[in-house]
């Protein structure tokens, strides 16, 4: 197993907000990578999948829940696997953005010395970290994008994973906790909270998604996932989507490693590593 620690660090004289100054943390990106020391020839082991996770907190931390326990699924799976420990307030957006895009930048660039393809490169969050990783794939190729790092198809994902994702900032439905920390003093900016309802901002050249939630999630309303998955429908963009009847918000691995009890909805990684497999074979 390679296994690395690397910091994640922006220049904030490209970017439009100042620099945190009383985060939690600074922002880290965990590497799991399997290694064969030399057997991928003897076996012939080919270009594997890679995963960003970016664990959920509602921007305010990132769960440990939501981490390392998936990353283990994933690799179990054939993923190379990183976590992002990304920026939470009082860093405002679009902050965490950039460091997603960074931590994609970071994939792409050291995807051969990996064993890992180009065009399977997945981004899964959970309940905020959904947001952000939603976030990723709308603003990928946008101004926000452009701005910071040029070159836009260095930081492209293939595919979205979205697990219980915010998703709308639809004051109905949406996980207001979220939102405020993400935007701070700006909460209250009408045109900023539009942008940030992601619903609204799916085009043709967002990734295809695979989404799932429960019914029974009371923090994340399950609207915020059919939301988007709307969205993805109108520009033709394929995606699957599965809504769980039982189950609370922050389910996880949904078994006893991350819950103290057992769900159904534990078979949604199983489901999206499938996914990511059938969505590679058609060429997406």
């Known amino acids: ?107 792409r660039e050291n995807l051969e010395a990996w064993q890992g393809s180009p065009d399977k490169v997945y981004v899964c969050g959970f309940s905020a970290g959904g947001h952000l990783a939603a976030s990723v794939g709308v603003f ?5 994008s452009k701005a910071y790092f040029g070159d836009t198809d260095a930081v492209k994902p293939n595919g979205l994973i979205l697990s219980y994702p915010v998703i709308t900032s639809n004051r109905e439905f949406t996980h207001g906790g979220s939102i405020n920390n993400l935007l701070g003093k700006n909460k209250d900016n009408e045109e900023m909270r539009e942008m940030l309802s992601l619903e609204k901002q799916v085009t043709k050249t967002t990734p295809p998604a695979f989404l799932w939630t429960t019914f ?43 819950c103290v009890n057992k769900y159904r909805f534990g078979a949604w990684l199983d489901l999206a590593c499938d996914w990511c497999e059938d969505t590679r074979s058609k060429g997406i």
């Not at 220049?11 to 990106?29: G, Q, R, T």
């Not at 799991?32 to 996770?53: A, C, I, Q, S, W």
């Not at 990928?140 to 926000?144: F, G, R, Y």
């Not at 399950?222 to 969205?231: L, R």
């Open 1 to 107: 197993m390679i296994y690395e620690v690397k910091n994640i660090e922006l220049d904030f004289s490209k970017i439009n907000v100042s620099e945190p100054v009383d985060a939690p943390y600074k922002p880290y990106l965990k590497v799991f990578v399997p290694n064969l020391e030399g057997d991928e020839k003897k076996y012939n082991v080919g270009k594997r999948p890679t995963v960003l996770v970016l664990p959920g907190g509602g921007y305010s931390f990132t769960s440990d829940r939501e981490a390392e326990p998936i990353a283990m699924r994933f690799l179990a799976r054939g993923f190379n696997v990183c976590i992002l420990y990304y920026s939470v307030k009082t860093a405002l957006f679009p902050v965490a953005l950039l460091e997603a895009l960074s931590a994609v930048k970071y994939i």
């Open 140 to 144: 990928w190729d946008k101004e926000v």
């Open 216 to 258: 029974e999630d009371t923090c994340v309303p399950c609207e915020n996932t059919m939301m988007f998955a709307s969205a993805l429908r109108k520009c033709g963009i394929p995606f699957e989507m599965h809504i769980f009847e039982k189950g609370p918000h922050g389910g996880a691995t949904g078994d006893l490693v991350s």
